[in-house]
Structure formats: C-alpha cells, structure tokens
C-alpha cells in the first residue's frame, strides 16, 4: 500500500500540518500557506482525469495520501476535497481551485436557502459539496454566514469550536451552484464521505498506536516500563487488532470502479473503522492515564478528532443498517450477498 504518493504525502504534512496547526485551525486562525503547499504538490487533483489536468489515478492510488492526512491531522479536507474533485470532474462540472468539504447530511434548502448547523470543514473549506432538496450543490463558504454551532472547548483559554460549524447560503443569489441529481449515476455523497472518514480515522489510529507504545515503553512504573505489565500488554495488543482491522478496512473502502467507491466497500469501510475508533481512544487515554487529556498533550487531539469523525457521514449503526437493508433486498441470504460482492469487487 505504501507508494510515491503516500511517501511524498507524508513528508509534506509531517512539516506543514503540526499538531499546533490544528490548535491554530480550531482558534480560528489563518492555514492558508499549509494548504496552499498541499494545493501545490498536487494531490487534491490526484484522481482528476489527466483530460482535466489531474493525474488520472485508481482510487487505491488516493488511500495512503488519505491515511497520512489522519496521521497528521490535516486541519483542511484534504481526502474530501480529493474525492470532491474527481466527482464533479465525471459530472461535468468545472473543478474549483480550494478545498472542498462533502456535506452528504444535515443541509436543508428553503425558499432559495441552504442551511445547515454541523457541516464538516466549513471552517477551512473554501466549498461545500452539499446534497439538499434531491439535488447536489456546490457552496462557495466566502458567500455564506458561518457561526459557531455551540460545540465548545477550551485551549489555551480561548473559546474554540473545532472545525464544524453552522452555515447559511442563500442559494445561486450567493454564487452557489446546483449540479445533478441524486440519480446522475455517480457515487452518492454520503459514500465519498464514508470512504473518506475511514481512511482519515484509519490513519489517525495507526498514529494513535504508535503514541501509545512510545508511551508504554517510556514511563516507568515500580522500577519498569509500564509496558511490560502483562495488564497493559494486553490492552494494547487489543488496540493493535482494532488498528489493523480498521486498516484493512479502508482499503476494501478504496476499492472501486472507474475511480468511483462500491456501496457495499464504502459501508464496510465506514462501519469498521467507526466501531474501532472509540475502543482505540479509550485504550489509548487508559494507557497515558491523565495526561492524555491534557491539553497541551497531543492524544487528546486525535482522540477528538476520532469520535468526530466516528459519527460524521453516520457511525457503525447507520452504515451496518445501510449493509443490512441491501442484503434484505438482494433476496439471498446474507452470508451469499457478502461473498458475491466481495467477490465482484475483487474481481
């Protein structure tokens, strides 16, 4: 899995997306020259088709450039925008310059008036690719009003409301433009954003692992790592499952056709690593003990960041019952649906 791409991915948000970026994002402060060095390497136009001066890559391709952006908590939606960009290449519609956030949930039009009050990135989105009213809009963020929807915290004794946030725009009067229809036959939005989710909480947790056993291996306890506790061993060794399982997870996410998620993989993808997320932060905050949820400590950013993601784009229950009611419908057993679509997708 690990590429070029990925490489390159990591180096570039390993020195620009710190932890202390993130701090920086959620007080409401400017991260315009951090994207703009991710806009200029390239990897937001990665599945765009070379036609559409893109670099026509698989979906596979964009998995380990998303895995890094969890790593390191990129404060700008990069594996949204990604996703974002190729869709409305296949639509049709002129791919903008900035970052995009996917809004497959929580966006109502009335009377020429979009309006939503959770909508994912809109802090450090330059767009929203919104579905409302049966149809897909593109918002610009600079035409809206967009307020803090009330989900506080504290750092460094500022208010802060993470990167979530409620938004108004009243509709094509601000620039806003409307796409297709849900039934245009791409991917719907609310798949982009599980593969999405998943790759971002993938990749955090794999970074949440490793915090977890420098930890281990580094406070003392009675004259000893607490890592070489048999009780702390098996804790992590739980959370090292949770990890992989959640890895493997997102790749069947990334797997798709014509650069374009499968419904099943996507719902896979996002029930898995959803249903991981919360055991892997709560070992990891049981391991650090209180420090972990300090704030100048950087776990607590992941583990946020986390249970945010866990529930946008719908958590395990929504995306099991998604897997579910397809099965019910395929009028084959479960077991026979999951292997013919296993099978299909492989192949």
Same mark, same amino acid.
């Given at each position: 899995?690990?590429?070029?791409?990925?490489?390159?991915?990591?180096?570039?948000?390993?020195?620009?997306?710190?932890?202390?970026?993130?701090?920086?994002?959620?007080?409401?402060?400017?991260?315009?020259?951090?994207?703009?060095?991710?806009?200029?390497?390239?990897?937001?136009?990665?599945?765009?088709?070379?036609? #559409?001066?893109?670099?026509?890559?698989?979906?596979?391709?964009?998995?380990?450039?998303?895995?890094?952006?969890?790593?390191?908590?990129?404060?700008?939606?990069?594996?949204?925008?990604?996703?974002?960009?190729?869709?409305?290449?296949?639509?049709?519609?002129?791919?903008?310059?900035?970052?995009?956030?996917?809004?497959?949930? &929580?966006?109502?039009?009335?009377?020429?008036?979009?309006?939503?009050?959770?909508?994912?990135?809109? +802090?450090?989105?330059?767009?929203?690719?919104?579905?409302?009213?049966?149809?897909?809009?593109?918002?610009?963020?600079?035409?809206?009003?967009?307020?803090? $929807?009330?989900?506080?915290?504290?750092?460094?004794?500022?208010?802060?409301?993470?990167?979530?946030?409620?938004?108004?725009?009243?509709?094509?009067?601000?620039?806003?433009?409307?796409?297709? $229809?849900?039934?245009?036959?791409?991917?719907?939005?609310?798949?982009?954003?599980?593969?999405?989710?998943?790759?971002?909480?993938?990749?955090?947790?794999?970074?949440?692992?490793?915090?977890?056993?420098?930890?281990? $291996?580094?406070?003392?306890?009675?004259?000893?790592?607490?890592? +070489?506790?048999?009780?702390?061993?098996?804790?992590?060794?739980?959370?090292?499952?949770?990890?992989?399982?959640?890895?493997?997870?997102?790749?069947?996410?990334?797997? &798709?056709?014509?650069?374009?998620?499968?419904?099943?993989?996507?719902?896979?993808?996002?029930? +898995?690593?959803?249903?991981?997320?919360?055991?892997?932060?709560?070992?990891?905050?049981?391991?650090?003990?209180?420090? &972990?949820?300090?704030?100048?400590?950087?776990? #607590?950013?992941?583990?946020?960041?986390?249970?945010?993601?866990?529930?946008?784009?719908?958590?395990?229950?929504?995306?099991?019952?998604?897997?579910?009611?397809?099965?019910?419908?395929?009028?084959?057993?479960?077991?026979?649906?999951? +292997?013919?679509?296993?099978?299909?997708?492989?192949?």
């Amino acid at each position: 899995m690990d590429t070029l791409l990925g490489d390159a991915a990591e180096r570039l948000f390993a020195q620009t997306c710190t932890p202390a970026l993130l701090r920086a994002a959620e007080q409401g402060h400017s991260i315009a020259a951090a994207w703009q060095a991710c806009e200029d390497a390239g990897f937001a136009d990665a599945l765009v088709p070379e036609a #559409q001066g893109g670099a026509g890559l698989d979906l596979a391709d964009a998995l380990p450039v998303v895995l890094a952006a969890g790593r390191h908590l990129c404060p700008y939606p990069i594996a949204h925008t990604v996703l974002a960009r190729a869709w409305l290449a296949r639509a049709g519609h002129a791919v903008p310059k900035g970052s995009i956030a996917i809004a497959a949930q &929580g966006l109502s039009m009335q009377q020429d008036r979009m309006t939503g009050v959770n909508v994912p990135w809109v +802090r450090v989105a330059d767009y929203v690719l919104a579905q409302a009213d049966g149809h897909v809009w593109l918002l610009p963020v600079a035409a809206g009003c967009v307020a803090p $929807n009330g989900v506080h915290g504290s750092l460094d004794g500022e208010a802060s409301w993470g990167l979530r946030a409620a938004v108004r725009v009243d509709g094509e009067a601000a620039g806003a433009s409307r796409i297709a $229809n849900r039934e245009h036959g791409d991917a719907p939005l609310d798949e982009l954003a599980a593969i999405a989710y998943a790759g971002l909480m993938a990749g955090a947790m794999d970074r949440v692992l490793a915090m977890t056993l420098d930890y281990a $291996n580094q406070r003392t306890q009675f004259g000893k790592a607490i890592g +070489r506790f048999q009780a702390v061993q098996q804790q992590i060794s739980v959370m090292a499952e949770h990890v992989w399982a959640a890895r493997m997870a997102a790749q069947l996410a990334f797997q &798709g056709r014509g650069g374009q998620p499968q419904a099943l993989m996507a719902a896979l993808g996002k029930a +898995r690593t959803s249903q991981a997320a919360p055991l892997v932060a709560d070992i990891a905050h049981a391991v650090h003990g209180a420090i &972990g949820i300090t704030a100048e400590f950087d776990l #607590q950013c992941y583990t946020r960041r986390l249970r945010d993601w866990r529930l946008a784009g719908g958590s395990e229950s929504y995306w099991h019952a998604r897997i579910g009611a397809a099965a019910l419908s395929s009028h084959h057993d479960a077991l026979t649906y999951l +292997r013919t679509e296993l099978q299909g997708a492989a192949g």
